[in-house]
């Protein structure tokens, strides 16, 4: 049984919406995980608005664009820390709907999610937008995944919500877990890794992360599996010294996390700590991977396993989902 935590809006109008074809569903997406499981479910040409952020796969990056960001995203870690928390402390929020686009794509359903204020339009967001909308008959999905398994549940809500099948596409996700666990050689030492989620100030990545990496033959350091992200200190992250670490800043392409942990190095401390002297700091291009609690975190948990165990995996994503920090 699926456990409930999505929240589903105007339950008394949606009738017509339950009984619909597929070739009927017009399905706006308000967050990019929630845009990947449909195109895996293999209906992204039923897809007819996205969010500003949405990016993958690459052909719904033609939609029309139903958010945008009330802040610059662009810049170095604290200053874009200290505008989040701004907005946050504000009645303004971080992101905005565009009611209008919203109103002429006429949905039967919008994915939305209630897990991260900080990732995408807020659940209460899309509650307010519809109330203004005369169109009232749209299934709203919201998901709130913390774990793994969660995904695989959020897939196969979203995949009855939009009259499909969601077992072949998790089986063939889950299966690639097994493949991947079968080339990691157990007898070998498993190191000890944090996965940085932020750097200034430092955050250690929860949630799905520490299961990923224990996934990938790593033991995690600091995180706990199934909670949100947590700030941690210099003191922390020296008491536990990870054998290694990866970077993996939240909305961060490859790029950013390199600039990123650039600054970061010029901390006093980074230099005392065991992964810097031994070479086993990575980048990695968090937006695309770790951030989205989609099918690609299976690609991320295989991109750990490359990571912590070189000599077993080919590097299938080495220079475009990650680098060794030099």
Same mark, same amino acid.
């Given at each position: 049984m699926? =456990?409930?935590?999505t929240? #589903?809006?105007?339950?008394?109008r949606l009738?017509s919406?339950?009984?619909? /074809?597929?070739?009927?569903?017009r399905?706006?997406?308000?967050?990019?995980?929630?845009t990947?499981?449909v195109? $895996?479910?293999?209906?992204?040409?039923?897809?007819?608005?996205?969010?500003h952020e949405?990016?993958?796969?690459?052909?719904?990056?033609? *939609?029309p664009?139903?958010?945008?960001?009330?802040?610059?995203p662009?810049?170095q870690s604290?200053?874009i820390?200290?505008?989040v928390?701004?907005l946050?402390?504000s009645?303004?929020?971080i992101?905005?709907?565009?009611? $209008?686009q919203?109103?002429?794509?006429?949905?039967?359903? %919008?994915?939305?999610q209630?897990?991260?204020?900080?990732? =995408?339009?807020?659940?209460?967001?899309?509650e307010?937008a519809?109330?203004?909308?005369?169109?009232?008959e749209?299934?709203?999905?919201?998901? &709130?995944?913390?774990?793994?398994a969660?995904i695989? &549940?959020?897939?196969?809500?979203?995949? %009855? =919500?939009?009259?499909?099948?969601?077992?072949?596409?998790?089986?063939? *996700?889950?299966?690639? %877990?097994?493949?991947?666990?079968?080339?990691?050689?157990?007898?070998?030492?498993?190191p000890?890794? $944090?996965?940085?989620?932020?750097?200034?100030?430092?955050m250690?990545?929860?949630?799905?992360?520490?299961?990923?990496?224990?996934? =990938?033959?790593?033991?995690?350091?600091?995180g706990t599996?199934?909670?949100?992200?947590?700030w941690?200190?210099?003191?922390?992250?020296?008491?536990?010294?990870?054998?290694?670490?990866?970077c993996?800043?939240?909305?961060?392409?490859?790029?950013q996390?390199?600039?990123?942990?650039?600054?970061?190095a010029q901390?006093?401390?980074?230099?005392?700590?065991?992964?810097?002297?031994?070479? &086993? #700091?990575?980048?990695?291009?968090?937006? &695309?991977?770790?951030n989205?609690?989609?099918?690609r *975190?299976?690609?991320?948990?295989? *991109?750990?396993a490359?990571?912590?165990?070189?000599? /077993?995996?080919m590097?299938?994503?080495?220079?475009?989902g990650?680098?060794r920090?030099?």
């Amino acid at each position: 049984m699926i =456990a409930p935590r999505t929240a #589903v809006l105007n339950q008394s109008r949606l009738s017509s919406v339950a009984c619909m /074809s597929i070739s009927d569903l017009r399905v706006v997406s308000l967050i990019p995980s929630a845009t990947e499981i449909v195109a $895996a479910l293999g209906l992204a040409e039923r897809l007819v608005g996205r969010s500003h952020e949405c990016d993958y796969p690459p052909q719904v990056q033609d *939609l029309p664009i139903c958010t945008a960001a009330n802040l610059d995203p662009k810049g170095q870690s604290r200053d874009i820390h200290d505008r989040v928390t701004e907005l946050l402390q504000s009645a303004l929020g971080i992101y905005r709907l565009d009611l $209008a686009q919203l109103e002429q794509l006429q949905p039967t359903h %919008i994915v939305t999610q209630a897990q991260c204020e900080v990732c =995408a339009v807020s659940l209460t967001e899309v509650e307010q937008a519809l109330e203004q909308m005369t169109q009232r008959e749209i299934q709203v999905i919201s998901l &709130q995944p913390s774990l793994l398994a969660h995904i695989w &549940q959020d897939m196969e809500r979203v995949a %009855i =919500a939009l009259q499909c099948d969601s077992q072949p596409i998790i089986h063939q *996700l889950q299966a690639r %877990i097994a493949q991947c666990q079968e080339k990691i050689p157990r007898e070998t030492h498993q190191p000890t890794v $944090a996965c940085i989620e932020w750097t200034d100030p430092l955050m250690i990545a929860g949630n799905w992360v520490p299961e990923l990496v224990t996934l =990938a033959g790593g033991i995690p350091c600091l995180g706990t599996v199934g909670e949100h992200s947590s700030w941690l200190t210099w003191e922390q992250l020296l008491t536990a010294n990870p054998d290694i670490i990866v970077c993996m800043p939240c909305g961060f392409d490859l790029p950013q996390t390199a600039e990123a942990t650039h600054t970061l190095a010029q901390h006093p401390q980074w230099p005392q700590l065991k992964a810097v002297q031994n070479h &086993q #700091v990575y980048l990695t291009d968090g937006n &695309q991977y770790f951030n989205r609690p989609g099918p690609r *975190l299976v690609d991320s948990m295989e *991109l750990l396993a490359e990571i912590f165990h070189p000599h /077993s995996l080919m590097p299938r994503y080495a220079g475009h989902g990650w680098q060794r920090w030099n």
